[in-house]
């Protein structure tokens, strides 16, 4: 069973920006889709980023298209998740996970098996 550890979570002032990592453990990293998610207060769970097994392609919620990046380290197995322009809005717990089958793009809840315990990032007006 993987492992997967975000940090970098915290207090942002709004126009401001943080840089969320996710290490995973495990020998097969690189044959994942991996996302990034988040969950604010009242709301169900909500897809952010994607990006595939190789980092050529990204996949983006319209809230953030254009001010989050989502990359990879498959060298370190990590993901990022680099937030500018926050926007109270963005204030939401945020889980790294990794899709329950290799090779396989889809960006759907459900579809991803294995969930860090999540980082609270909050973005003050």
């Known amino acids: 069973q993987v492992q997967l550890v975000e940090s970098g979570g915290g207090l942002v002032q709004a126009g401001g920006s943080l840089r969320l990592s996710c290490a995973a453990s495990?020998?097969?990293?690189?044959?994942?889709?991996m996302g990034w998610f988040r969950q604010g207060p009242g709301k169900e769970r909500e897809f952010v980023a994607t990006?595939?097994?190789?980092?050529?392609?990204?996949y983006y919620a319209d809230a953030v298209k254009g001010r989050f990046t989502i990359s990879r380290d498959n060298a370190k197995n990590t993901v990022y998740l680099q937030m500018n322009s926050l926007i109270p809005e963005d204030t939401a717990a945020y889980y790294c996970?990794?899709?329950?089958?290799?090779?396989?793009?889809?960006?759907?809840?459900?579809?991803?098996?294995?969930w860090g315990q999540g980082t609270q990032v909050t973005v003050s007006s």
């Open positions: 996970a990794r899709h329950a089958l290799p090779f396989t793009i889809t960006s759907r809840t459900a579809d991803f098996g294995s």
């Open positions: 495990g020998r097969t990293f690189s044959n994942y889709v």
């Open positions: 990006i595939s097994w190789g980092g050529r392609s990204t």
